[in-house]
């Protein structure tokens, strides 16, 4: 930067590291290889992972929602003699409901707690989902 008399920056320099050689830019093969690379990374890489993010380990569903208090809690995935893992809990982290399930069509009655967003987690074996519900 080049600054006048009393400070004020009056003009920006960017210093060239490294010349042009017989008129191209060294950088520009370079460059060119470095993008075509990360290209097929993404999509040979990222792109499974992104999926596999985006996928639920089995289907939950939530209704209505949002709710005035009671709801109803389905897993339709779930088999007979199953079990599940049901948590609900604040997005401060404090624990609403905690309990098992068995059936694939429970209700849920959270009238007692305050209006906001909650989590609902279930747990079946090593495969969890979360869904938030909105508690009007």
């Excluded at 920056?9 to 191209?24: D, S």
């Excluded at 007979?80 to 069509?105: D, F, M, R, W």
């Excluded at 209006?115 to 519900?133: A, C, E, N, Q």
Aim: proline share 6%; glycine share 6%.
């Amino acid at each position: 930067y080049t600054y006048d008399a009393s400070g004020n920056r009056i003009k920006r320099e960017i210093p060239q590291t490294m010349a042009l050689q017989n008129g191209q830019n060294p950088l520009t093969e370079q460059t060119v290889q470095t993008a075509e690379m990360l290209k097929t990374m993404e999509t040979e890489t990222l792109a499974p992972i992104q999926d596999s993010l985006n996928q639920d380990a089995f289907k939950l569903l939530l209704y209505p929602n949002p709710t005035t208090g009671t709801f109803t809690l389905e897993l339709p995935e779930l088999k007979a003699g199953e079990q599940g893992n049901l948590i609900i809990y604040s997005i401060i982290g404090h624990t609403l409901v905690q309990q098992k399930v068995s059936q694939p069509l429970q209700s849920f009655n959270i009238r007692g707690a305050m209006p906001g967003y909650y989590i609902v987690r279930v747990t079946i074996g090593d495969k969890i989902v979360s869904k938030t519900l909105v508690k009007q």
